[in-house]
């Protein structure tokens, strides 16, 4: 069975408690979260739980919501109640009926950008999907993506990661930048990942300028996968942008990050990268998972909103969630 955070109608394994992918929003704990957005920061603490002991089948329209949550210093958050949660979709209070949070194997495609622009990242860039690769458990899964003019790929899903590094460390700089059709293909090759968990790992210094596929093509692909995506943005400082896709780029990936439940990390110092993949690694593997039936079901194929609110603790403040933004309705 495929982990999903879409409800199913069919019979679906209560595996509600392991972890899947996190969220695509962010609003601090004193502002109001809107459906793709963030929400800010009770007392029932999260279940951690065995994966197999959770094979209760039953027949239902459950829709499990994975929830990243950081402090203000960016780092996760892990000892949130289920108090602490608030869930809306289009609009309406939902009750939350499971609530856990664990760490679960992960399947991960790295999804590199090799065009000319990323010469003088190349070197940092390359740490930092060792980074990435270097915090891999045996059930995990990998595969490498590269794309300039056109994307390729460079390993296929391994459970060795050491055959990623190898390919990455060969990588070199050359041609334009096709970054939506490099995500066009990561998707198509984690998607056939065992484990529940997947995410895109993206690492680009910008904006597309080679692409055949469209940003609405991918915006679509990514609200029907339940594939996450954390970009890492190397970014010019203003003063040194001049090209369109450079002015694009950082919105572009930002919001396809948002859409799936992942994260753009910003960063302008090449030096930074490790640091960002470090974050990604936190994020993949610690995430709350939040369970509910929709108070008004629809089968009518359409897009739900989801947003999240929370309330935190007496005496915390800066707490920021992250989640997926919706989900596609069965349709009769």
């Known amino acids: 069975m495929q982990w999903q955070a879409f409800p199913r109608r069919a019979s679906l394994k209560m595996l509600a408690l392991t972890l899947a992918f996190a969220a695509a929003g962010v609003v601090s704990s004193s502002t109001k979260s809107d459906s793709t957005g963030s929400a800010a920061s009770g007392t029932e603490s999260p279940v951690r739980t065995n994966e197999a002991a959770l094979s209760v089948t039953v027949d239902s329209n459950l829709v499990q919501i994975p929830v990243t949550v950081t402090d203000k210093k960016d780092q996760v958050v892990e000892d949130l ?38 010469a003088n990242k190349l070197e940092k860039a390359i740490e930092a999907a060792n980074e990435v690769l270097g915090a ?20 296929g899903l391994t459970k060795n990661p050491a055959h990623v590094t190898a390919a990455v460390s060969r990588i070199y700089p050359e041609g334009f930048t096709a970054l939506l059709d490099g995500i066009y293909t990561g998707m198509a090759e984690v998607k056939q990942a065992q484990n529940r968990h997947k995410a895109i790992v993206l690492i680009s210094d910008g904006g597309d300028n080679r692409s055949r596929h469209t940003q609405r093509q991918i915006k679509n692909l990514v609200r029907e996968a339940d594939v ?31 859409e799936s439940g992942g994260r753009l990390y910003r960063i302008h110092n090449p030096s930074d990268l490790p640091v960002a993949a470090a974050k990604i690694n936190m994020a993949l593997r610690h995430q709350y998972l939040l369970g509910y039936y929709p108070k008004q079901i629809h089968n009518d194929g359409k897009y739900r909103h989801i947003a999240v609110k929370l309330s935190p603790p007496k005496g915390v403040s800066g707490l920021r969630a992250y989640w997926r933004s919706g989900y596609y309705a069965p349709k009769d």
Request: glycine share 6%.
């Open 228 to 258: 996450q995506i954390y970009a890492i943005g190397v970014l010019s400082p203003e003063s040194q942008i001049f090209s369109q896709e450079e002015i694009d780029g950082p919105a572009l990936m930002k919001g396809l990050s948002r």
């Open 81 to 118: 109640s289920k108090e602490s949660f608030s869930v809306y979709e289009n609009g309406v209070a939902q009750t939350i009926v499971h609530f856990g949070f664990e760490e679960a194997p992960i399947s991960v495609c790295l999804v590199f950008d090799s065009s000319l622009s990323m």
């Open 136 to 155: 891999s458990k045996p059930e995990d899964e990998y595969c490498l993506v590269r794309f300039s003019d056109w994307p390729s790929v460079l390993v």
